[in-house]
């Protein structure tokens, strides 16, 4: 390089893939004494007459992070101190006493929110069966906000996005997919028709059980403002040394998901038909697998307490592999089976988790 050429930016090429962009975006420029790594910012002010002013509206080692997730996504993206802060600044645009439809298997504390703010007649909630398209098309038709998860958790249940988003659209809802569980690298709902991706950035995007975070991605500018101003004014933002473990995260994405996909596809492979479960629950892509035990919850309480690889956790979407029987927690559905487990499966080799997961299921008999 010469020396009165630019420095060429590492965001630059759009053509770039998204394993390419997940370890490019969001760098320092290519410049003599430039560090390869955005620094930790800790910073509650700034000089002013700049653009971040106060240590509430804007941090360089966010942006860094939502340059990222952004472009991944194909969008803007806001950071937010946690999955549920940012489904809480989302749930927060809709008007007084407006319909949101939802599914009825989402997140725990998504179907939290919405039981709290409809006690407290901030908004009507409808919940349905994501998989049902005609039903859902149908209540989209007086609703202000459609709210998605595909896949559903811990059912797994898929959701036609495209036909409900146009349906929605048609009807002046705005669309939110909750990307949590397929991440960016297997599904972009931005290009589906979303309005809105919500991740709980805690799960796959940080990926090592070592971070709480949230963000939303938009593209659209309007609705990127007012989100933008609900997190100022809401003061839901993440800590420096978040965003920084976050974006160290990003970097992995792609081979970390690529390999949890790959065991998880070869583990479903071995348990289908296993006798010690009446049913296994995959979409065909991602880490997470649902299984329930035919002795029901005595028999997934046994299990979750015999493995030695395996840790029992609640959460998901980090390197090593946890899985809880969710009707553990009073808020999971009564619709969601007694004796189902949630596997989050890691990238540890896939043999070992077979030898411990396996011998763990014999011993139940
Ligand atoms: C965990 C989770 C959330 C909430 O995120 P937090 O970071 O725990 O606040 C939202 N949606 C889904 C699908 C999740 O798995």
């Excluded at 989302?90 to 409809?118: F, I, N, R, W």
Aim: charged content about 20%; overall charge negative.
């Amino acid at each position: 390089m010469t020396e009165d050429s630019p420095a060429p930016q590492p965001s630059a090429t759009p053509a770039w893939k998204p394993s390419t962009v997940a370890v490019t975006t969001g760098r320092p420029p290519h410049e003599p004494d430039q560090p390869l790594n955005v620094p930790i910012t800790t910073a509650s002010t700034y000089v002013a007459g700049g653009d971040l002013e106060y240590g509430r509206y804007a941090n360089p080692t966010w942006t860094a992070f939502e340059d990222v997730l952004g472009a991944l996504e194909g969008g803007r993206c806001l950071s937010f101190a946690s999955g549920l802060a940012a489904v809480a600044a989302v749930l927060d645009l809709v008007g007084q006493g407006a319909k949101v439809v939802a599914p009825a298997h989402s997140y725990t504390g998504t179907l939290l929110q919405l039981a709290d703010l409809e006690s407290r007649g901030r908004l009507v909630a409808e919940l349905v069966d994501i998989t049902d398209t005609d039903a859902v098309v149908a209540a989209c038709d007086d609703a202000a906000l459609v709210w998605f998860e595909s896949p559903t958790n811990p059912a797994l249940e898929l959701a036609d996005i495209e036909t409900i988003s146009a349906a929605a659209h048609a009807a002046g809802a705005h669309v939110v997919v909750d990307n949590t569980f397929a991440t960016p690298l297997l599904q972009t709902p931005l290009a589906l028709g979303a309005d809105i991706v919500v991740h709980s950035v805690t799960k796959y995007l940080a990926g090592h059980s070592d971070v709480l975070m949230g963000a939303l991605v938009t593209s659209d500018d309007a609705l990127y403002d007012v989100l933008k101003g609900r997190r100022d004014l809401l003061g839901s933002t993440p800590g420096p040394f978040e965003a920084w473990l976050a974006l160290r995260g990003l970097r992995t994405l792609h081979l970390r998901v690529e390999r949890a996909q790959s065991n998880a596809q070869e583990l479903v492979r071995r348990l289908s038909g296993h006798p010690a479960l009446s049913e296994v629950r995959y979409p065909g892509f991602g880490g997470i697998v649902s299984i329930v035990l035919a002795q029901g919850a005595p028999a997934a309480d046994l299990l979750v307490h015999t493995t030695r690889l395996w840790v029992h956790a609640t959460s998901l979407g980090g390197v090593e592999s946890t899985f809880e029987r969710r009707r553990r927690w009073k808020a999971e559905p009564a619709t969601i089976p007694e004796g189902l487990v949630r596997l989050s499966v890691g990238i540890e080799d896939v043999d070992d988790l077979w030898d411990d997961l396996s011998g763990a299921l014999e011993g139940l008999d």
